[in-house]
């Protein structure tokens, strides 16, 4: 009604489950209803819940503490493919590099149980974190965020400097004469720091060399 932010928890949920839960956010949302028939009226006509800007999805799983082997992070790329909404994690593992893991594959909130004693009686204490773990968690967390970086691939500018230190350039791998052809037997690659990239190593073999090369010497 306020048009709020509206965190929907997905535990022990399918797909078609999440699925009505959020046709009956947007259906309020767009015309609140004053009885069931009316409401039932508008949920079998079809609603856009792509358009729930103001929800997110949490994965979850309703154990605690919920097994690591069946905590299935990849639920969370499923269901921003399938809902175009944002999402994120409800944790209840005992780990706190799972939630990190769970930034890394794009979700956008995390909810996590504090507690000031797991010893302490009540369902959840088990499942939920002591404040010095939390820490560690929301620090992975971080790193977890820093280094996602971006949808791309080219150098960065930490690597530049060690282009030609770390790139193999062809060399001599024995004495070559003035005359002699290149080939598979006297030419080889090493970081030599320049020369003539490996790339082009295919075109240069049978190749007349125009002088001569000691053992190790870079190709000119």
Not at 12 to 20: A, L, P, V
Not at 63 to 91: C, M, Q, T, W
Request: aromatic content about 8%.
């Amino acid at each position: 009604k306020f048009n709020l932010p509206i965190l929907v928890s997905t535990g022990i949920s399918t797909q078609d489950e999440i699925k009505e839960a959020l046709k009956i956010i947007q259906i309020t949302r767009e015309n609140p209803v004053a009885s069931f028939d009316d409401f039932s009226k508008s949920f079998r006509n079809e609603t856009n819940i792509s358009l729930l800007d103001n929800v997110t999805l949490l994965h979850c799983v309703s154990e605690y503490p919920a097994p690591k082997n069946e905590v299935n992070l990849r639920s969370i790329p499923f269901l921003k493919d399938k809902f175009n909404l944002k999402v994120g994690y409800s944790d209840h593992s005992d780990s706190y590099i799972i939630p990190a893991i769970a930034v890394s594959l794009g979700a956008s909130v995390i909810e996590k149980h504090l507690t000031l004693d797991k010893r302490m009686i009540g369902p959840d204490h088990k499942a939920s974190m002591e404040p010095n773990n939390f820490r560690i968690m929301i620090e992975a967390i971080a790193e977890a965020e820093h280094s996602l970086g971006k949808y791309e691939k080219k150098p960065q500018k930490s690597e530049l400097k060690n282009k030609y230190i770390v790139r193999k350039f062809l060399v001599a791998s024995k004495d070559i004469m003035l005359g002699e052809k290149f080939s598979e037997d006297n030419i080889s690659s090493l970081r030599t720091g320049g020369g003539i990239s490996p790339m082009n190593y295919w075109r240069i073999i049978g190749k007349i060399s125009n002088k001569s090369y000691t053992k190790g010497e870079i190709i000119e």
